[in-house]
């Protein structure tokens, strides 16, 4: 059975860093497709960013572009998102996302419904 699971999430100052991780268990081998995720209170679920796992391409929401990284650890089914210049509107659980088999055309990349399979969430909280 597949599992997600992120760690990372805490509180930080605005200005300041964080690194949030989100490793995939049982079954990995046809991951087509991770991303970020996240959901303010009495907000709609937001994408951050996205990664292609054929190509390693990688994709952004507008809010993070220049402050926020997606990568792949390559020994691990696992994606990394580095987040810096933190702001308190990035204040909101993230949550890791996967897609398996077919990967998503670009279009869909940021369509919460593309997605097999969600981790629990992480916390994260920016104080101003």
């Known amino acids: 059975q597949v599992q997600l699971l992120e760690s990372g999430g805490g509180l930080v100052p605005a200005g300041g860093s964080l690194r949030l991780s989100c490793a995939a268990s049982?079954?990995?081998?046809?991951?087509?497709?991770m991303a970020w995720f996240r959901q303010a209170p009495g907000a709609e679920r937001e994408f951050v960013a996205g990664?292609?796992?054929?190509?390693?391409?990688?994709y952004y929401g507008d809010s993070v572009k220049g402050r926020f990284t997606i990568s792949r650890d390559n020994a691990k089914d696992t994606v990394n998102l580095q987040m810096i210049s933190l702001k308190p509107e990035d204040t909101a659980i993230y949550y890791c996302?996967?897609?398996?088999?077919?990967?998503?055309?670009?279009?869909?990349?940021?369509?919460?419904?593309?997605?097999?399979?969600w981790g629990q969430g992480t916390q994260v909280t920016v104080s101003s």
């Open positions: 996302a996967a897609k398996f088999g077919s990967s998503l055309i670009t279009s869909s990349i940021a369509l919460a419904r593309g997605y097999n399979y």
């Open positions: 049982g079954g990995t081998s046809n991951i087509a497709n």
């Open positions: 990664f292609r796992w054929s190509t390693r391409s990688t």
